[in-house]
């Protein structure tokens, strides 16, 4: 990377320090085709893992210059040979056997509905029942077992039921899960890596889902499924199929899946093991580096053109993004020809050969020292809100933190979000001078929303939240005179035996003056949404984390506005480091993905418990 860097011609980067002793393991391989070139690297990974029990999928890194242009053989072997993958770039979530599935069914339950690979070939798009019988040849491929044998007629009766005058269904999440139960989600196993790649993508296209309805229900619109999926056919088949990419690198922290990425996306991430394959000229740099584009008729001196269409130093900065990914073995690949002969990129030229090891046709990695089974450098940041959910059930936190599954719609949706700014705006208003009363009842009527109700719906919510705050500060009115901050964002380490391990951040609601003194408050619509210890964990970290900044906190509570009711919270010495003690052992078990479930009450008030097997 450092020999690299000399060639810079405007960017200057001072030369890299090696942190550890042991040498790193740097090899420019070169293959016949682009095909044999995605065989080898998939070879080599499994050679790999077989040779070190310690390396898991998640320790492979394969980058290249665009996914879209250089993935397609890559992504068919890892298939063929069923390895769990993530593939990031503009490739699209629908790459996925298991989101083709799931997408040709929302189509296919329109009766207008239809399905395209390319926006572009309209001739080329399914219809009918051929949309159905596609999407279960789909299923069955991407995990290699059969679907159900009521899988279909299953599906044909939800069809009925969306398709008649009064259909049963209200959101899209719920009929979602009883897709996914139709094809035998519950059979899935979140411990197999080819499993939890499958639902962590499933995962992404609730969060599809969730997007087009969120969009199509702002306001107050009512649902009205004959519109909304044919609607959803044309999201899906002209935005959706090339916008969706499947889970980020952010979100797949359970997922033990070799990710293929572009380089662009691997910025701040690192791996093990490094592949950084079709590093041919015309792909790396790209052919289209310097070349004056349309931009949408816009004048090309209305802004900065260069910025944007790049030149062969945003390529150089590009490739050392690249090959500054690996910590223990980097392994540049390329292709000697496509229809024509190609050459290798021009960059690679400019490393420093002598120090790597030449690969050719089909050799194999040596024996390399690899410096896995040991504690990642890269430290994660939870919100204080996830580590109480990995408290309640680790498999829920899974499914809902890292993966993306989305509770049921409701218009309800953003009440308590419009109660606590109305509490905000009651704050400042008593500053001005407002009575406590006066300022809660003015903030709602100016300020109180809601984005998915309208009109009379709007105003029976309006009107109780009213009440409700109007309520509770006829009790605890004097506590806005002593509000300090209002949703104040923190964000603070924790040790493990004095080294970093991850960082907490979160969203206090309010801190009140209490003398010299502060106090930490959170404000609940009511108790049903979490437990008064559940809260009281959140508030303890917050706490810590004040502490930390020097802010003389010495109590703690939390508001239930409903009930009318503030509940002290202890936030001692001792209460604060059992807190951060046990957000620690949280945060070992993410990382060693520990999810087992603990079925039991909080079934009742998880929103993924319809489709989770453990259930009760």
């Known amino acids: 990377a450092n020999k690299f860097a000399e060639n810079f011609e405007r960017a200057k980067y001072d030369a890299m320090d090696p942190m550890r002793s042991e040498e790193g393991f740097v090899a420019i391989a070169s293959n016949e085709t682009k095909e044999k070139e995605a065989t080898w690297i998939v070879e080599q990974i499994q050679a790999l893992k077989k040779a070190n029990n310690s390396l898991k999928y998640s320790d492979f890194g394969i980058l290249t210059r665009s996914v879209s242009t250089s993935g397609a053989p890559l992504i068919n072997v890892l298939k063929d040979r069923h390895i769990p993958y993530m593939a990031g770039g503009k490739i699209g979530l629908f ?35 051929e949309l159905l019988m596609s999407a279960l040849l789909y299923w069955h491929t991407a995990h290699g077992r059969s679907y159900p044998k009521n899988a279909e007629e299953k599906l044909r009766k939800i069809k009925v039921d969306l398709n008649s005058a009064k259909s049963t269904y209200t959101n899209f999440t719920k009929l979602y899960y009883d897709v996914l139960n139709s094809l035998g989600y519950e059979e899935l196993d979140y411990s197999n890596s080819n499993d939890a790649a499958i639902m962590a993508n499933l995962g992404r296209f609730n969060n599809l889902l969730t997007d087009f309805e969120s969009a199509n229900r702002f306001g107050g619109r009512s649902p009205n499924w004959t519109r909304d999926l044919k609607d959803l056919c044309w999201f899906m088949s002209t935005y959706a199929i090339s916008a969706y990419e499947e889970q980020p690198s952010d979100d797949i922290r359970g997922v033990d899946a070799v990710q293929i990425m572009t380089v662009h996306q691997a910025k701040g991430l690192e791996w093990p093991i490094v592949f950084l394959f079709g590093t041919v000229n015309q792909r790396f740099p790209s052919s289209m580096v310097g070349r004056a584009q349309a931009w949408c008729d816009v004048p090309r001196d209305m802004f900065d053109v260069a910025r944007y269409e790049g030149d062969i130093d945003d390529e ?3 490739f050392y993004v690249a090959i500054t990914r690996a910590k223990d073995a980097l392994i540049v690949s390329h292709f000697q020809k496509m229809a024509n002969s190609c050459r290798r990129s021009d960059f690679i030229e400019a490393m420093d050969l002598a120090s790597t090891v030449p690969l050719n046709d089909g050799e194999s990695i040596p024996s390399i020292v690899l410096k896995t089974g040991t504690a990642s450098d890269e430290i994660q940041t939870y919100s204080a809100g996830e580590i109480v959910t990995f408290g309640i059930c680790p498999h829920m936190f899974l499914l809902r933190e890292l993966w993306g599954y989305q509770p049921e719609f409701t218009p309800a949706l953003g009440y308590g979000n419009g109660m606590h700014y109305c509490l905000k705006r009651a704050g400042e208003l008593v500053k001005e001078g407002y009575s406590p009363i006066s300022a809660v009842a003015t903030s709602v009527e100016e300020d109180f929303h809601m984005p998915y109700v309208g009109g009379s719906v709007l105003d029976n919510f309006k009107n109780s939240a009213k009440k409700q705050l109007v ?26 035996e004095g080294v970093i391990s991850a960082t907490i951040m979160g969203k206090v609601d309010v801190i009140l003056k209490n003398g010299g003194e502060l106090e930490v408050r959170d404000y609940k619509s009511s108790e049903e949404a979490r437990t008064l210890e559940e809260v009281s964990t959140q508030i303890q970290l917050y706490t810590a984390g004040l502490k930390t900044m020097g802010r003389p906190v010495s109590s703690g509570s939390v508001a239930y506005l409903k009930e009318v009711k ?20 949280v945060v070992e078990r993410i990382t060693k993905r520990k999810f087992k479930p603990t079925p039991g009450k909080s079934c009742e008030r998880c929103d993924q418990s319809q489709i989770c097997r453990w259930k009760k």
Request: glycine residues 6%; without cysteine; charged residues 35%.
């Open 471 to 496: 309520g509770f500060s006829q009790k605890y009115g004097d506590d806005l005179k002593r509000i300090e901050e209002v949703e104040y964002h923190i964000e603070f380490p924790i040790n493990d």
């Open 566 to 585: 503030v509940e002290p919270v202890q936030v001692t010495d001792e209460h604060l480091t059992e807190a951060k003690q046990n957000a620690q052992k």
């Open 316 to 318: 150089r900065r590009l």
């Open 95 to 129: 790459k996925r056997d298991e989101a083709q599935a799931v997408g040709r069914i929302f189509a296919w339950f329109s009766e207008e509905g239809f399905w395209t690979q390319d926006p572009y070939k309209w001739r080329e798009k399914v219809t009918g029942d």
